[in-house]
Every structure is written in C-alpha cells, then in structure tokens.
C-alpha cells in the first residue's frame, strides 16, 4: 500500500471515529455517567464543585469510550485493509488469510492489557473451535492475537493455541513493513487538528447539558450538593 491510499484509509478510518466519538458524547446523559462513579470519592477528595464534577465525569466516561471506539472505528477496519484477508466466519476472529497450504486466523484487539484470564481463555476457546471445524481442509491453522500498539512478550504455553503479537510486530506481520506501525501515525497528518474544533464544540456543549442536569438533580437551592440524593441514585437498591 502506497502512502497514498494509506493517507486515504486512515483518512477514512478517523472520520468514522470522529463521527461515533461526537454521536457518543451528544447522546450521553448525566445519570448514565454518575452511575458508573464512585460518589464517595469525589466527597473524600472534596470536590464540592459541580462543574468539577461534571468535568471529571466525562474525561473519565470519554476516554474509557475512547478505547473501544477507536479499536472498532479505525484499528479494526484499517488491518483488515491492509492485508487484504477476508471476514472471519467464526466469532472470536476478525480476520482469515488463507493460501493453499495454510490458513490464518487473527483476532485484532487495541492493546496488550485487553485480555483477563477470563477472556483469554474464551479467545483460546474460538481459536480451538475454529481449529477443529478445518481439520478436513489439511492446512496449517495459525492463530494471532494482534494488539494494534504496545510490546508483547508472551511466556511460552502449552495450553493457548493462538501467537501473541503487539505494534510493530504486528502490523509487520499484516504487511511487510517494519515501518508500518510509524506510517500510520505519519498519514493522520493534520486530520485530528480537523475534527477537533467540532469535536470541541460538543464538549462544551456536555459540560453545560451536565452541569445544568446536575444542579438541577443533585444541588440544593444554595448550590452545595446534596450528597445523599446523590448517593441513593447511585448505590441505593433498586425497588
């Protein structure tokens, strides 16, 4: 891939990301975002400040949603691109790349830290499944766990079926190029300074929708917070 159309695809993949990251923070409301916080925090570090608050709030909610937007809106779409594979007909892979004597199956995720033992275990199950439908075919199965950044430097197993690659390595392994991983960086050239100023604008947009919300539901009348309404909606049990 040229940088050309890779400027192009990651030009694509960005406005995809832009566009669920803004459709994300227009639609979030107040009540949605306090219940995932730990309202005794915020009383132990004395915040009395709604607009502190609210400011904490959607830092903490957005770049948590952040994560998974972009894993979904740019890493995932662009590595099926660049390797040219096809759509995976298992769940658990994101993506096969089949030849005549082998087949590869390949789970993009964003980071190295996504899995817990659970979920590894689980990813290790849907290569196993997977493995076993294509005995018949009498190729060789390989199974990867692309993280689109970070280092990985997994411990030998006898027990995972799949190969672990981060960064470099990975988008290495999808291209060719050693240099891969840099030039997507380097074709975002000005886009995110683009959609930044939008982006901007629905921020304080949130920030006065929350804060509005937030005096309303959870301030008395001198404008101190009531912090018992505040911890009944969030912890209180549910009738």
């Not at 997977?130 to 199974?143: E, G, I, N, P, W």
């Amino acid at each position: 891939m040229n940088d050309k159309q890779l400027e192009a695809l990651v030009e694509k993949c960005l406005d995809e990301f832009y566009r669920r990251r803004i459709e994300k923070l227009s639609t979030l409301e107040l009540s949605h975002a306090l219940k995932r916080k730990n309202p005794y925090l915020f009383r132990a570090i004395g915040n009395d400040s709604a607009t502190e608050i609210v400011a904490q709030l959607l830092v903490a909610y957005m770049s948590s949603s952040d994560e998974g937007i972009f894993g979904d809106a740019f890493f995932e779409p662009l590595a099926k691109a660049v390797c040219r594979g096809n759509v995976a007909p298992t769940q658990g892979v994101d993506i096969v790349v089949e030849t005549a004597t082998s087949y590869k199956a390949i789970a993009v995720k964003s980071g190295p830290s996504v899995f817990n033992a659970q979920s590894k275990r689980r990813q290790n199950q849907d290569f196993q499944a997977l493995k076993s439908r294509l005995l018949k075919l009498q190729k060789h199965f390989d199974a990867v766990a692309g993280y689109c950044y970070g280092t990985k430097n997994p411990r030998p197993s006898d027990t995972l079926v799949f190969r672990e690659l981060a960064g470099q390595a990975f988008w290495e392994e999808l291209t060719g190029d050693a240099r891969f991983y840099i030039r997507i960086m380097e074709a975002m050239k000005s886009r995110p300074s683009v959609h930044k100023a939008q982006f901007n604008s629905e921020w304080t947009k949130a920030v006065n929708r929350f804060a509005r919300d937030f005096t309303r539901d959870y301030c008395f009348d001198d404008g101190s917070i009531n912090w018992h309404t505040l911890l009944e909606m969030n912890s209180g049990r549910r009738r």
